[in-house]
């Protein structure tokens, strides 16, 4: 029996009904419907063995797990209903993590701010650390250390800025220790001083220049959620808002890659994505993606997998070598795929903030290139049967009023493309961590029109690509899915028709939303004000 649990909360530990890209549903809140309904939908509970542990479990965890049982720890993945198994009692240690412990990212900030209510992800990991053995073993001395992506959320210097926070952090006892940075090998050190009883630092954050090597970083001992399975780490494009740009760029070499994708298929796995903050960078020192190196690495995933995804690609790297993706589509769609689905950070249409913000994403081409080279990613994509979700930021320091424009004119040019389109508030991360957050309540009329023509561009084409996402899925189980996904998607469009914030390409207009009771909606015809 483990004397060190990790564990992450409910919307993490789940399979989002093997869809890894459902899990942007728990970053929402339960808007209308009860939570049960976005349990089923988004974060169905994970299956688990006699002794609460999961089948599959998220990936960043179970690199924890495998450097602690590799340094002779016995030290576990545990389902968060199943804690009661081990605390108060045999646990000495509770290591968390997640990827947004509090709904501070970029996606929960965005829902919640425009719904006005908490999210899911927030609720969850707030129950799980209430639940009374939890609190009970944390009492009696077992310790905790956070840890993961969302780490700098319990930080000292959140706390400070976010009394809430602070609130939460006292009320559940305190955080032993926050560890900040890639931990595969500083985990061990302060599990061992912490299972001394030794004290324990409050916040450490390792350094990319400690991060570990390749050869350093452990291999999964036990299944990852959707078999994801790492094929490198670091970015080197050098966005100003970016934490993944710190680290050093390093690749894992095939056989190190094979050996996780099999500790996936033992388990029962059909299909994986391949994770990287760039795939097409693979094996490549530079911005220039290797053909050679890239090409062998889908043939052993596919080799593996009946379904193969991607966690990201940048549009820039596509559009450097747009004879790749034609080959890489005849390798991954055969068999019974026909399509596969990526993250693709495309943060803005205009020049000029690329050029401030982030000017290292579009190289080798030129910042006045980027909205005509990301049409033709657009294109590229859906002809070689790739629907991505693409990810916007909304409210960075440098934005003005013209650069959303040019964002809007973007959306407009994208309206056919097969994908969904996704502006996020600013949430100051990377390099821009001093700068305030983007205030929610400050969003301009403009900044509306975005979020409105990205919604009703997302609910459009949501409905045609349904078919194919659950193409993986045989006869009555593949048509209930698909059937509750439709249903859910209808919710969503009546809301949004009913609050008035569909909007259609051309119209140009941004509905005026005057609170004073002499100006009721019903009484005014909406105004047309011309952006250009
Ligand atoms: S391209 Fe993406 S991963 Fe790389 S630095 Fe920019 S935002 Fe970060």
């Known amino acids: 029996m483990p004397e060190v ?3 992450s909360d409910w919307t993490m530990m789940s399979d989002h009904n093997g869809k890894e890209f459902l899990g942007f549903g728990t970053t929402t809140p339960a808007l209308l419907l009860p939570e049960a309904a976005y349990r089923r939908l988004f974060y169905p509970p994970m299956d688990c063995d006699a002794d609460g542990f999961p089948r599959e479990a998220p990936y960043g965890l179970r690199k924890i797990e495998a450097a602690l049982l590799e340094a002779g720890i ?3 993945i545990v389902h968060p209903s199943h804690l009661h198994r081990y605390m108060p009692g045999e646990a000495k240690l509770l290591l968390i993590s997640g990827h947004d412990y509090l709904g501070l990212n970029p996606p929960s900030t965005t829902f919640s701010g425009v719904m006005k209510k908490t999210s899911l992800n927030r609720i969850n990991f707030m129950r799980m650390m209430r639940q009374p053995h939890v609190l009970e073993a944390h009492r009696r001395g077992m310790k905790i250390i956070a840890g993961g992506p969302p780490a700098w959320q319990l930080t000292e210097e959140t706390r400070q800025k976010l009394p ?18 890639e931990a595969d090998l500083f985990v061990v050190d302060i599990v061992r001083k912490a299972l001394a009883g030794e004290p324990l630092p409050a916040h450490v954050v390792i350094s990319p220049r400690d991060a570990p090597r390749v050869e350093q970083i452990p291999t999964i001992h036990y299944a990852s959620i959707n078999g994801l399975t790492e094929i490198g780490r670091g970015c080197c494009r050098g966005c100003s808002f970016c934490s993944v740009t710190q680290r050093p760029t390093r690749w894992y070499p095939l056989d190190k890659i094979e050996q996780e994708i099999l500790v996936n298929v033992r388990s029962g796995q059909h299909g994986g994505l391949l994770h990287s903050d760039d795939v097409m960078f693979y094996g490549s020192p530079n911005i220039m993606p290797r053909e050679e190196k890239l090409l062998p690495l889908m043939q052993l995933a596919k080799k593996h997998y009946d379904h193969v995804g991607w966690s990201h690609v940048a549009v820039a790297t596509l559009m450097t070598k747009p004879n790749l993706l034609p080959k890489i ?12 689905g990526v993250e693709i950070g495309v943060e803005t249409g205009s020049p000029r903030l690329i050029t401030k913000a ?29 629907y991505p979700a693409c990810t ?11 650069d959303v424009i040019q964002t809007i004119d973007l959306f407009e040019d994208l309206w056919d493309f097969k994908a969904i389109l996704v502006p996020m508030f600013f949430v100051p991360l990377g390099h821009l961590k001093q700068t305030d957050w983007f205030r929610r309540d400050a969003v301009s009329e403009r900044q509306k029109e975005l979020f409105e023509l990205a919604l009703t561009h997302g609910l459009r084409h949501s409905r045609t690509l349904l078919d194919r996402f659950f193409e993986d899925r045989d006869g009555l189980a593949g048509a209930a899915y698909r059937t509750l ?12 028709r009913e609050k008035g914030v569909l909007h259609e390409p051309g119209e140009h207009y941004v509905p005026h939303r005057i609170e004073s009771p002499l100006h009721h909606p019903e009484d005014m015809p909406l105004p047309t004000i011309p952006v250009r």
């Open 164 to 181: 809430w926070v602070d609130a939460f952090v006292r009320e559940i006892g305190g955080i032993d220790a926050v560890v900040e940075g």
């Open 329 to 340: 589509h005849d390798i991954l769609c055969t068999g019974n795929q026909t399509w596969w």
């Open 74 to 76: 016995d030290a576990r």
């Open 5 to 7: 649990v990790l564990t």
């Open 392 to 402: 916007f930021i909304v409210g960075l320091p440098q934005e003005t009023e013209e």
């Open 358 to 386: 982030m000017p290292g994403k579009v190289a080798p081409f030129r910042a006045s290139q980027w909205p005509e080279l990301v049409v033709q990613a657009a294109g590229l994509l859906n002809d070689n049967s790739v």
């Open 485 to 496: 996904f439709a249903r859910f998607v209808d919710f969503l469009t009546f809301i949004a």
